[in-house]
């Protein structure tokens, strides 16, 4: 069964480095989101991505946040300079079309700030 | 805006009863809703969803969720818990249109004593 894949499963950075998570959603998907979950904390939605723009952004997605996706298979998250605060497991979600569709999860990218 | 509240942030079962894990939500139109589970360190993976028709739906594992329109709930249950059941367990709403982010609960953590 197609799944959704993401690299590095755990990346540790530095505090005021950038970093690029990296995601290959499933293959006829065509929305693509992000969301991550801080230690403890639930779930939360950051981006949504749409024909190659964004379509809805959380107040979390702020402007050290960027999404791209710069070849027909990868899906990547940018942050630019990173706060202690990023610390938190990012998942990345794709669905194929229409409302009623299902988001797949990816098993997440754990980021550690230091 | 939607939210959605799991209000037991920790049950212990044991191995063999039946479950029930609580979800109401709040949304202005028909919701989508969503159960999906977390087991350490892995994904978010789909136990179930509604979107219209029957209120009572069907999932993986054995799972059942009901949706009740007029107690604005979507509470998971389970005949007979496993061992293998022990996960954290999130409800979420969806939003119609393509886009669709998903707003999660903050989780319910299932114990399963032998």
């Known amino acids: 069964e197609p799944e959704v894949t993401q690299t590095p499963s755990h990346q ?11 995601c290959v959603p499933i293959s006829n998907h065509l929305y693509f989101y992000w969301y991550r979950q801080i230690l403890g904390q639930k779930v939360e939605f950051l981006v949504s991505f749409y024909n190659n723009e964004i379509s809805e952004k959380s107040e979390i997605f702020d402007d050290q946040f ?5 070849d027909g298979s990868n899906f990547t998250l940018k942050i630019r300079s990173t706060k202690l605060e ?29 | 805006a939607q939210s959605v509240t799991q209000p037991d942030i920790h049950i212990t ?32 993976q789909l136990l179930l969803k509604y979107f219209s028709g029957d209120t009572l739906v069907q999932g993986i594992k054995g799972f059942e969720a009901e949706f009740k329109r007029s107690q604005s709930s979507f509470n998971l249950r ?25 707003t999660f609960g903050t989780g319910t953590k299932l114990q399963v004593i032998p």
């Open chain 1, 12 to 22: 540790v950075t530095q505090m005021g480095q950038e970093v690029i998570l990296r």
């Open chain 1, 66 to 70: 960027s999404v791209e996706r710069p």
């Open chain 1, 86 to 114: 990023d610390s938190a497991m990012y998942f990345c979600a794709s669905k194929r079309s229409g409302s009623t569709d299902t988001q797949y999860f990816g098993p997440g990218t754990r980021l550690t700030v230091l």
């Open chain 2, 13 to 44: 079962v044991s191995e063999g009863a039946s479950l029930e894990l609580r979800c109401n939500y709040s949304y202005g139109a028909t919701p989508y809703l969503f159960w999906y589970v977390q087991s350490p360190g892995q994904g978010l």
């Open chain 2, 78 to 102: 389970k005949p007979s818990v496993h061992w293998s059941d022990a996960a954290e367990y999130f409800c979420a709403v969806g939003a119609g249109g393509g886009y669709q982010k998903v």
